[in-house]
């Protein structure tokens, strides 16, 4: 996030629910990842679990006019169950962009979305057969560490910044 070419106040390096931790940042297994991502897509689901989504949602869209969204993995599907009841007629979708990497989600999102999966992810080619950009040589857990992955994220938010 600190290489995108926008102010900083408008990052926000906070995975959902976007509460700080106090934990150093390590990198996870995939084993732990997973189980930790599974659990989370099928709460998404759940009253509780996409009230809490839709409250950070609210957040979100009430601080500004136009969003633009990373989301991995499952937080396509948290997102997508969020939305619907998410501050309804709040944001048109054309003010919102979404780069989804790894994306894992019963479908797409609702907004103007990129879609990015490595060739060697099969957790994410489990749900998404067809995505506007493969990376060659990238698995499920490598994305924030690959440079070309910053590339096409600082492409498309660049594109957003344009249409302000």
Known sequence: MAQLDCPEAWKLYLNFPYIPSTEDEEKVGLLQASWANGWQFLRARSPHYRQ??????????????????????????????????????????????????????????????????????????????????ILPNLGHMDYVYDPRFFDLVSQALARTLSTL
């Open 52 to 133: 809490a989504a839709q409250r950070h949602l609210n957040h979100l869209l009430a601080s500004a006019d136009r969003l633009f969204l990373l989301v991995g993995s499952c937080g396509l599907e948290i997102l997508n169950q969020a939305w619907p009841n998410a501050m309804p007629n709040a944001i048109d979708p054309d003010r919102v962009s979404i780069v989804a990497f790894g994306p894992v989600a019963y479908r797409r999102p609702w907004a103007t979305c990129t879609l990015i999966q490595g060739d060697q992810d099969g957790i994410s080619r489990l749900f998404f057969r067809k995505v506007e950009v």
